[in-house]
Structure formats: structure tokens, C-alpha cells
């Protein structure tokens, strides 16, 4: 094994996890005066899980991916409730909000001013994130996404002070997510595993985190969409999710990622659905520049005979669609007019695209997403 450029690995300090691990939650945080709790409408149902004591305030109005508004709110919510915990209890904005809150809430700096990699002062609120969902890993990882609506773009925040101080993955709260939500979060932790696997950036540690998160998506995602209260196909994606998080740290996602934030700033598909409508063009364009790689992934999710009989991406796209994916960007509201902005905006992310194994041109971008129309 040759480690041919040093990493850093984050990883949260405790990682629970099972059927009704969210209840340990509360024994963890017995010392905890004031809580502070980030969800959805949705998600906050689950608070009573956490079997809490003292003071706990929960803030539930953030809707689909946050935006700077949404953002603001929820930091002005915790600095009236002064609390030692931030614990976020949903899916990836969800998580990725409560990082951003329990690192800033009692400081002075803003959005602009943790932008980047590596900007935030610091941290002295423990933070617990609680998935309730398996895609985007956000648990595991170090970076913060947060869109604004006004530059159609997104801010992304990277930090190891963003980590949590306990993980929460119990398969029970994702029992009542709908199979099409399933599907297209479960093709999104697919995709962080894929994307760091194939990076130029690849590094033979992450590689190993990445194959077990494809292996688990091959053998669990169809289990899951087909009976959501699968609880051991519940529990290999919410771990297929995590490791798909750490990969994220140290590597980061490339051009599948890259092509898919336009359609979430721009066209407000959700982030799952938005990677899953990619996945298999990328993987089929990259395929010329890493063929090995490559030959593992269709190998792990089963798809190595329908491959070399109809071609990899007619395969992997298969495999999305048959998994209840409506893959066509026409039928997710966009126009062919809007393809060029999808196309330049996607070209423009530079932090992802320069990871990408294989050079892609702008036009090729356009190609990509005219295919998927």
C-alpha cells in the first residue's frame, strides 16, 4: 500500500449505533442544562427518543435544503437559549445547520466569515447529531453546506471543529422515510463512496471506507426501498451513509457533486435526488480514466454481467431507475432552457470539478445534462 500524500481523518468522537440507540442519547447528555435541537416538522416528533432532562428548545422550521435565512434564524433561536448541547435531529441540513449553530451561536463571527476551509475559531458546545435519514453522511463529517438563494450557489463551511462529540445511526427513525426518498438518499451515499473512491485525491484509507460503503449499497439499498421497515437493510445504509461521510473529510466528492448543487441552488430538486439524476453519467464518463475502479464499483452493486451485455451507464442508470428514480430532468421541472446556466454553474465549482479523475469541459457538463433531460 503506498500512502502517497498525507490526510487528516475526523471522525466523531462516539458513534452509537442500533435500533433505539437514539434513547442513549439522554443518559450521555445527563449534565446538559440547556439543550438546543435543530429538526424539521417532521423530524422533531422524534425529541421524546431522546429521553432529554433539563431545558430543551427545539427549533423545527427548517424546510428542504437551508438556506442563509434559514441559517440565520436558527442562530439567533440558539443564542436566546444559551445551551451547553446543539443536537441535530434530521437529514443533512438538518445536521449541517447544527454544526454551523453549535460553532458560532456565542461568537461574533458570520457566515462570510467561516466560508471556506478552515476559518472557524472554534467550538465549546458539545454537538450530537441524530440522523433520520441514510444519504448525505453528515454525522460523520466536517463540512457545512448552507445555499444562497441570491447568488444560486452554495456556501460550504470546512472545519474539524464542525465534528460531532457523539453519532447517533438508529435505523428505526428512517423506517417511515417513502421508498422514492430511499432510493435517491441511498444513491447519494452511493455517490460519496464512488466520487472519493475515484478521486485524483483517492487515498488507500479512504479507498477502504469507500469499498465498504458500496458493498453495503449493493447489498441493502433495494432490501430498504422495498420494505422500509427492513431494520437490518435500515441499518447497513445508515452505515453505507457514515462511511460515505468520512470519505467526504479527507477526499471530497468530484464532478458528480458538482453537476448536481445547480440542479438543488437552481432548479430545488433535494440533494439525493439531484445526485442520483448524475450518478450514472459521471460514472460512465469517468470509466476511460479509471477503469479499475471502476470494475469494482459495478462488481460490489451487482451490476458486472448487465454492464458488459448493454453497456456501463445503460446498467447503472437501470439500477437507479428500477429503484423507483424518476432519472429525467424533464420530468423534475427543467427546461432545455435552462441546461447552459446548469452547465456553467456546475463547470464553475472548482473545489469539486478539479477532483474529478477525467477533465471535463464545460460543454461535455452540457452534454451530461442534456443526456439526462
Known sequence: MTLSHAISLHQPRRLDIGANSTARVGGWARDAASIFILAT????????????????TVFSDILGEPDIVTFEAALQAARAA???????????????????????????????????????????????QVATTAGTGSEAGIRALITDRDKGTKVAVESPYLIADLAVLDPTLTYSVPPAVTAATGIDALAHCVEAFTNKNAHPVIDGFARMGIALVGTYLARAVRDGQDTEAREGMMLASFYGGICLGPVNTAAGHALAYPLGTLLHLPHG???????????????SAVPSK?????????????????????????????????????????????????????????????????????????AIYRAAF
Open 82 to 128: 444559551k445551551p451547553d448541547l446543539v443536537i441535530g435531529l434530521g437529514g443533512g441540513s438538518v445536521m449541517d445547520v447544527a454544526k454551523l449553530v453549535a460553532a458560532m451561536w456565542n461568537g461574533a463571527q458570520t457566515l462570510g466569515d467561516v466560508a471556506g476551509p478552515n476559518r472557524v475559531a472554534g467550538r465549546s458546545t458539545r454537538l450530537v
Open 294 to 366: 471502476t470494475a469494482e464499483v459495478i462488481d460490489a452493486l451487482g451490476l458486472a454481467p448487465r454492464a458488459e451485455e448493454e453497456g456501463l451507464y445503460k446498467a447503472a442508470h437501470a439500477f437507479c431507475a428500477e429503484l423507483g428514480v424518476e432519472m429525467r430532468l424533464s420530468q423534475n421541472g427543467a427546461s432545455k432552457a435552462q441546461l447552459p446556466r446548469f452547465a456553467r454553474d456546475a463547470h464553475a465549482i472548482r473545489r469539486l470539478m478539479d477532483n474529478n479523475p477525467r477533465d471535463m469541459t464545460e460543454d461535455e457538463v452540457e
Open 41 to 56: 416538522p417532521q423530524t422533531a416528533a422524534f425529541a421524546e427518543r431522546l429521553c432529554l432532562r433539563g431545558k430543551v
Open 273 to 287: 435526488l439531484a445526485n442520483a439524476i448524475i450518478f450514472p453519467h459521471v460514472l460512465a464518463f469517468n470509466e
